[in-house]
């Protein structure tokens, strides 16, 4: 059971807990979904690791914590974290997503939402 404050924000014993599921779900989702062409298992994994991403980002300790996973070795880690991250500081964030989009196989989606943020279109939610 996760603690929070009263205003629903995590607790700093419960960030670090978050952010491994967080990562770990976000692992995952290329290999068991993707890679798997399972398109309903990657849905999954998607929207479990969003409603987490969701808790984190409501204190600043979640949102550090999600920015640091930029530089996760995993590059749907630093994917998935550079998008959340330009919500809150887009200048860390832009260099995450222009490396990914020169190559390698989630490139397309990091091109797309550098895209969509420049246009004005973006919606991290």
């Known amino acids: 059971m996760m603690h929070t404050n009263q205003d629903d924000v995590p607790m700093p014993e419960d960030v670090a807990r978050l952010v491994r599921r967080y990562r770990d779900l976000l692992v995952r989702w290329p290999?068991?979904?993707?890679?798997?062409?399972?398109?309903e298992v990657a849905g999954i994994l998607l929207h479990r690791s969003y409603?987490?991403?969701?808790?984190?980002?409501?204190?600043?300790?979640?949102?550090?914590?999600?920015?640091?996973?930029m530089r996760d070795d995993v590059e749907a880690v630093r994917l998935a974290a550079a998008?959340?991250?330009?919500?809150w500081d887009p200048v860390a964030a832009e260099p995450v997503l222009e490396e990914i989009a020169t190559g390698g196989r989630l490139a397309l989606t990091a091109e797309v939402t550098l895209q969509l943020f420049r246009d004005g279109e973006f919606d991290v939610d």
Do not use: K
């Open 31 to 39: 290999e068991e979904g993707l890679g798997a062409a399972r398109p």
């Open 51 to 69: 409603d987490i991403r969701d808790v984190l980002r409501q204190s600043e300790e979640g949102r550090r914590a999600i920015g640091a996973l």
């Open 83 to 87: 998008t959340d991250v330009l919500e």
